[in-house]
């Protein structure tokens, strides 16, 4: 689990005060890092292009070039010329060492560097930078990011495009910007270069953490002399769409659920390994409802399935356009998994704001942060290409997630994992965040193109972790 920061000045203030290095020595650090990467990935005398801003940002692809320059074909090419204190003092240096500045850009480079604009973005860019960035995204070439791809702003959007990176060697710490849905075709991968001390001394504590995949804690069984009863018993009701709900228990039963039920109001075929009923088993430990639900219950027996209880309860889908998710959020030990436009659905349903799916995308955080101000108690998760899990002000990103799982079912399977856990007695934020990392990991161990991945795949895959 790592540290994500909205912004890093104040850590960066920290280094000028505490450690008594000034600005110039961490962008020295900056460039070095950046240099040693090259060194050893490249060969010598490979072609090199560095398009540096005007900025600090710019400053650090300027420090850079001036330590290629001599081994590597150096181009250095700065559409803004130099404004920034450090940027100047920078450009100098290249200039006391024999280097120039190019005046275009050629069709062939090796290695292709974006220092233009950094993390502080806050504008939509010019006309001009956008031509830029296009024209640099078509070279073929390997593309790097210093900081953060130029056109991301703090929140994680393109302003209106990007530099697109295949990898981002970030200042110091990791920026949440890196991580929101709208960046992560833009970021590659992602390596944090240190300013003249470790991580440790550089960074304080963030109530925004970033999951690694050795946070996975799958429920591996313990106790050599146990039962079916030892691992809880998940009810999974189901509506109109039962498949819906077939593929939440079966996903549940292969995450470790000693038994589960798909409830019904009718008699369904199950498949063999599942249990069936048409009232909540009296043995139940949790609930997971709302997959294809539709308006197959009165609210009589709604209530009976799921309200007049205190189960642990995860809920999916159709509950979040239902004026019912407000009684919902007065239960304890919740969690709630929408998509945006659920989400979107939802916020206005609960009167915290009335705005579309984009507009969730485009400050994805922000409005996970709205929400939990006023249902503090709720674990939410947010599905997206990089889920969000959050309560109260605990908020955890999840980047391992592939495009193989944009295929209907795959969020199914996620409430059964979730379910899951709920019923061997994990906590809710728990449950939501190892559900979300085994559901994010086992769809990158499927051995099929991206496109292939089925339900059935990703089940068995869990049980592989």
Known sequence: MQNLYKSVAFLDKKCYEHYYLPEDILME??????????????????????????????????????????????????????????????????????????????????????????????????????????????????????????????????????????????????????????????????????????????????????????DLKPPYREKSSSHKGNYGHLAVIAGEKEGAAILAALSALNFGAGLVTVVTNEKINVPFELMHSNSLPKTSNAIAVGMGLGQEYSDEDFNSLVMDNNLPLVIDADLFKSEKIKELLKKSKIVLTPHPKEFASMLYILNIAQVSPKEIQQNRLYFVQQFCKKYPEVVLLLKGANPIIAKNEEIFINPHGSNALSKGGSGDILTGLIGALLAQGYEPLSAAIQGSLAHAIASKKVEKANYALTPVDLIEAVGCL
Do not use: W
């Open 29 to 214: 650090h900056a460039a070095e890092g950046i240099n040693r990467f090259i060194r050893k990935s490249f060969q010598k005398d490979s072609k090199v292009l560095i398009v540096a801003g005007p900025g600090n940002n710019g400053g650090d692809g300027v420090a850079l070039a001036r330590l290629l320059y001599g081994d590597f074909e150096v181009s250095l090419v700065m559409p803004y010329g130099a404004k920034s204190k450090m940027c100047k003092i920078q450009l100098d240096r290249f200039f006391a060492v024999g280097g120039e500045l190019s005046n275009s850009i050629k069709k062939e480079y090796d290695i292709v560097i974006d220092a233009i604009f950094g993390s502080g973005l806050s504008k939509p860019l010019k006309d001009d930078a956008v031509l830029l960035i296009e024209k640099l995204n078509l070279l073929k070439a390997y593309k790097i990011a210093v900081d953060i791809p130029s056109g991301i702003d703090e929140d994680g959007k393109p302003l209106p495009i990007a530099f697109k990176a295949d990898i981002t060697f970030t200042m110091g710490a990791l920026k949440s910007a890196l991580y929101m849905d709208l960046a992560k075709d833009f970021v590659g991968k992602v390596k944090v270069v240190d300013l003249g001390v470790s991580r440790e001394l550089y960074e304080e504590p963030s109530n925004v953490k970033l999951l690694d995949e050795e």
